[in-house]
Nanobody
Framework: QVQLVESGGGLAQVGGSLRLSCVAS????????MGWFRQAPGKEREFIAT????????RYANSVKGRATISRDNDKATVDLQMNSLQPEDTAVYYC????????????????WGQGTQVTVSS
């Protein structure tokens, strides 16, 4: 079975940094584009970043552009999200997701999802 497991969340100060990681199993990882999404309390799921099959092309939401970096290691079947200059509005559950057909910003187009990892940013 396919499994995506996020880790690296926790409590960070305003202006601090976190590195989230997601490890995939049960799929041919290099055949899937990957994405990161987040959902804050009372908010809709929000696109954060996506990366193509080979890690060449990336795309970011305007809300995190310049502060976030998505990367992948196909040998380890992992995708990471480095977030810097954290702000209170970054507080959310962060999810990684896999898409068989390409890197998109649309959550409904992703096929597999992790359980999420909580990020809390506070001063």
């Amino acid at each position: 079975q396919v499994q995506l497991v996020e880790s690296g969340g926790g409590l960070a100060q305003v202006g601090g940094s976190l590195r989230l990681s997601c490890v995939a199993s049960g799929l041919r990882f290099s055949n899937f584009a990957m994405g990161w999404f987040r959902q804050a309390p009372g908010k809709e799921r929000e696109f954060i970043a996506t990366i193509d099959w080979g890690g060449v092309n990336t795309r970011y939401a305007n809300s995190v552009k310049g502060r976030a970096t998505i990367s992948r290691d196909n040998d380890k079947a992992t995708v990471d999200l480095q977030m810097n200059s954290l702000q209170p509005e970054d507080t959310a559950v962060y999810y990684c997701a896999a898409n068989r057909y390409g890197s998109t910003e649309i959550a409904d187009e992703y096929h597999y999802w992790g359980q999420g990892t909580q990020v809390t940013v506070s001063s």
